[in-house]
């Protein structure tokens, strides 16, 4: 299975901030690459998919970059609605998610 | 717009089968383009895929879970179900299911259950 790690796994974060998460792939993924958004006791929300292309209805705030094996989410102005953990899962084969990242308020 | 959600028993003791079931509405199961999927997620811990079924039957599961696992389906109800044999503590967890439609060339999970928690304990 191609492993995902995500970083940081958790971080804190003020209202207004750009906020950059990671995730990297054990091997070339091309931009096979979806994330997710989970909020406590909610199923996760699909993102941002394609590595790059936002979901229908996702605010234009969330971007999305990278192949290969190195990946990016930014969130370029939180809102206090984004506080939540986020996930990357790939699909180049076997599909597998990162182990999250949680975003707290600082 | 696309509804799942998920059923079944909330205990199940230890050695025992779990049987949870997923009904389909506002879409149709006979999607061509639907891979209907089970995901799981311990208390505390990620996400982890479990397999898909298309509406004809062919199934696609995790190598990384031994053989306990099945996914059917009944178009006819559109309902699609999982069963997970042998079950133990480890397989305490929120079951999701989703819908896989294509992204872009690949999967992703683009309509969710709201998940049903689901506790093994002897």
């Known amino acids: 299975d191609i492993q995902m790690t995500q970083s940081p796994s958790s971080l804190s974060a003020s209202v207004g901030d750009r906020v950059t998460i990671t995730c990297r792939a054990s091997?070339?993924?091309?931009?096979?690459l979806n994330w997710y958004q989970q909020k406590p006791g909610k199923a996760p929300k699909l993102l941002i998919y394609?590595?790059?292309t936002l979901q229908s209805g996702v605010p234009s705030r969330f971007s999305g970059s990278g192949s290969g094996t190195d990946f990016t989410l930014t969130i370029s102005s939180l809102q206090p609605e984004d506080y939540a953990t986020y996930y990357c899962q790939q699909g180049y084969t076997t599909l597998t998610f990162g182990q999250g990242t949680r975003l707290d308020i600082k | 717009q696309l509804q799942l959600l998920e059923s079944g028993p909330r205990l199940v003791k230890t050695s025992q089968a779990l049987s949870l079931t997923c009904t389909v509405s506002?879409?149709?199961?006979?999607?061509?383009?639907?891979?209907w999927t089970w995901i799981r997620q311990p208390p505390g811990k990620a996400l982890e895929w479990i397999g898909y079924?298309?509406?004809?039957?062919?199934?696609y599961y995790s190598p990384s879970l031994e053989g306990r696992f099945t996914i059917s389906v009944d178009t006819s109800k559109s309902q699609f179900s999982l069963k997970v044999t042998s079950v133990t503590a480890s397989d305490t967890a929120t079951y999701y299911c989703?819908?896989?439609?294509?992204?872009?060339?690949?999967?992703?999970?683009?309509?969710w259950g709201q998940g049903i928690l689901v506790t093994v304990s002897s």
């Open positions: 394609g590595a790059s």
């Open positions: 506002r879409g149709s199961i006979n999607s061509t383009d639907s891979y």
């Open positions: 091997q070339s993924i091309s931009h096979y």
């Open positions: 989703a819908r896989a439609g294509d992204c872009g060339g690949t999967s992703c999970f683009d309509h």
């Open positions: 079924i298309y509406f004809k039957g062919a199934t």
